[in-house]
């Protein structure tokens, strides 16, 4: 019987698959839906340079539950934006852009690069937008939140407060702990300690800051020399 095959372990010995709730019931389940995967097709293209169509998507899930608490933002425009964010880097010598997020980086050596992506990004999102049709005021407040999402330090609206958060948050996720490793060379706790001090500090709702802290708590408790003692039930 091959692994796929075998029936899951059951310890209670009956079935509780019945208690299981739909998606569309449970608080926070999310799917890119219709609008959103259209985009996020078009946009494939120009992510598939480093890790960035997986920062991508967990920096869209981050956005749709900053939406679920601060309803008062606008996900026609957040969510096109965090998807199209980083299509810049497309265009941009991969060992290069290493080199442009590096900690300590020389800006006045690198940093036009990271000018270049936010620049093209809007450039690349304007192109995707036209053909999924959306309304030309929308992708003016779209693009203008994509040039400059890096460099400028400050917010220009609600909305992108939280497409500036939901790219931050990526930093202190599981992902960003994995890429951080072998793209600076660092062991695990290093790269969470790297990626910590890089996100809350920046991030501007309070809401963001609370899922930095919780994802943060998760990551040092998953480093932690106690969980790496804990008991686990040996099943055969
Ligand atoms: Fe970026
Ligand atoms: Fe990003």
Redesign the pocket.
């Known amino acids: 019987m091959t692994d796929a095959s075998r029936p899951p372990i059951n310890l209670l010995g009956r079935s509780v698959r019945d208690k299981v709730p739909p998606r569309t019931a449970v608080t926070g389940m999310i799917d890119l839906g219709e609008r959103d995967a259209a985009i996020f097709r078009l946009a494939t293209p120009y992510l598939q340079t480093r890790e960035n169509d997986a920062?991508t998507l967990y920096?869209y899930g981050f956005a749709r539950a900053l939406l679920g608490e601060i309803p008062e933002a606008e996900e026609h425009i957040v969510l096109p934006a965090i998807i199209l964010?980083?299509t810049g880097w497309s265009t941009v010598i991969e060992q290069e852009a290493l080199e442009s997020i590096a900690p300590g980086v020389d800006r006045s050596v690198w940093g036009h690069l990271t000018i270049q992506h936010e620049k093209e990004g809007a450039r690349i999102a304007r192109e995707i937008l036209t053909e999924v049709g959306i309304p030309a005021a929308d992708i003016d407040e779209i693009t203008q939140i994509i040039d400059g999402h890096d460099t400028r330090l400050t917010s220009l609206s609600l909305n992108d407060s939280l497409v500036k958060d939901a790219?931050k948050l990526?930093r202190v996720s599981p992902h960003s702990i994995t890429v951080a490793q072998p793209r600076f060379g660092l062991s695990a706790e290093e790269a969470l300690l790297l990626c910590a001090s890089r996100a809350y500090n920046e991030l501007f709702t309070p809401q963001a800051k609370s899922m930095s802290r919780a994802l943060i708590a998760l990551a040092s408790m998953t480093q932690s020399v106690e969980i790496s003692n804990c008991y686990v039930r040996e099943i055969v």
Do not use: A, Q
């Open positions: 920062h920096s964010h980083d790219d990526w």
